[in-house]
């Protein structure tokens, strides 16, 4: 309800007047790496994040023609970060793992100043290279036609491995 159309709701609500107030302005939808790489275990929330990831898309393109970009779309892809939702999880401080929601805007708005769509963002733990790889590898699954979400297949393992510890 939230990831998706909470996110739906606000653009059919704002987006219109958005266009039509001959202004600068963005849109934001926060998605998920989860959205993008599909790893198993939390299916509704990977489902919904990609569901945000395509109507995020269609949005910016929509956007393009409709405003000559003067108004824009922008997918916010950010890595492990500390929010209320974390602590209301029971995690009372911050991972060292973890960026700060501030670091997150911050690395938001340096993106969005260099006119990016997909704005995504590493963490302490998995740099931005490590995160393209994973998504490479990822729709590569639909281009060599291998098992659903690979990654984790058993038969793909070592497969993958050796993908990711490819320098080039």
């Not at 733990?125 to 990822?138: F, G, L, P, S």
């Not at 491995?161 to 320098?167: E, H, R, V």
Request: glycine fraction near 8%; aromatic fraction near 8%.
């Amino acid at each position: 309800e939230v990831n998706l159309f909470g996110a739906l709701h606000c653009i059919q609500t704002f987006v219109p007047d958005m266009i039509a107030a001959d202004l600068p302005g963005a849109v934001i939808c926060t998605g998920s790496k989860q959205g993008i790489t599909l790893p198993p275990g939390d299916t509704a929330y990977n489902v919904s994040k990609a569901a945000l990831k395509a109507l995020s898309e269609s949005l910016s393109h929509d956007l393009v023609s409709q405003t000559q970009g003067r108004v824009t779309a922008h997918l916010l892809i950010p890595g492990f970060t500390y929010t209320g939702f974390t602590r209301a999880r029971g995690i009372r401080e911050k991972p060292d793992g973890a960026w700060t929601p501030e670091q997150v805007a911050q690395f938001m708005a340096a993106r969005m100043g260099e006119g990016d769509f997909y704005i995504l963002c590493p963490d302490n733990e998995v740099d931005t290279a490590t995160d393209r790889k994973r998504m490479q590898w990822a729709a590569g699954d639909v281009a060599h036609n291998r098992p659903a979400l690979s990654r984790w297949h058993p038969d793909y393992a070592e497969a993958f491995k050796i993908f990711m510890a490819d320098a080039g």
